[in-house]
């Protein structure tokens, strides 16, 4: 009778030794996992703990970086729907869209110059040239300066139609 107990005392201590080395090895590979998911630093290799610390402070500014956004965006969408609320305070943009279109024979050099949050105009201008007027793009350029975005665009214009310059300039105009 004492071997079998002994037999199932040793069975037990196996199983329980079985599950810990288990869970330890999912432990390290949950770590790895989160440790690849936060921005490598150039420093010293940091204790476990110190690590976790990390990943915990990283979590925590991602929140308050979500919290902002979703604030930000609620100030937007309440100006959009009521423009004349005075109690959200949303910077309006300075100056409009200004575009400038060039024609050089059969291609047209485009030069718009918008607010960071009119940089939108630009795709509807490029769907306007290359799926209505059959307009093939060369170039399509933009760099950024504080909250002003300048926008080239080279584009060829098919040479079997005369008109389709002055069409396009007027179509990009009405945008």
Do not use: W
Not at 111 to 135: C, D, N, Q, R, Y
């Amino acid at each position: 009778m004492d071997q079998g107990l002994s037999n199932t005392s040793q069975a037990r201590s196996v199983d329980r030794k079985t599950i810990e080395k288990n869970r330890r090895i999912q432990m390290k590979a949950l770590y790895s996992e989160l440790n690849s998911l936060l921005p490598q630093t150039s420093r010293a290799p940091l204790t476990l703990p110190d690590q976790l610390d990390e990943a915990a402070n990283y979590i925590k500014k991602l929140q308050v970086n979500v919290e902002k956004m979703t604030e930000r965006k609620g100030k937007l969408a309440a100006t959009g729907s009521s423009p004349m609320s005075s109690s959200v305070d949303v910077s309006v943009p300075r100056r409009l869209p200004k575009i400038e279109i060039q024609e050089t024979g059969p291609i047209l050099h485009i030069f718009l110059v918008t607010s960071v949050e009119h940089k939108f105009i630009f795709h509807e201008i490029i769907s306007v040239l290359t799926e209505e007027s059959g307009a093939e793009i060369t170039h399509a350029g933009s760099s950024t300066v504080d909250d002003t975005v300048f926008h080239t665009l080279h584009c060829k214009v098919e040479d079997c139609d005369y008109g389709a310059s002055s069409r396009i300039s007027e179509s990009l105009k009405k945008l």
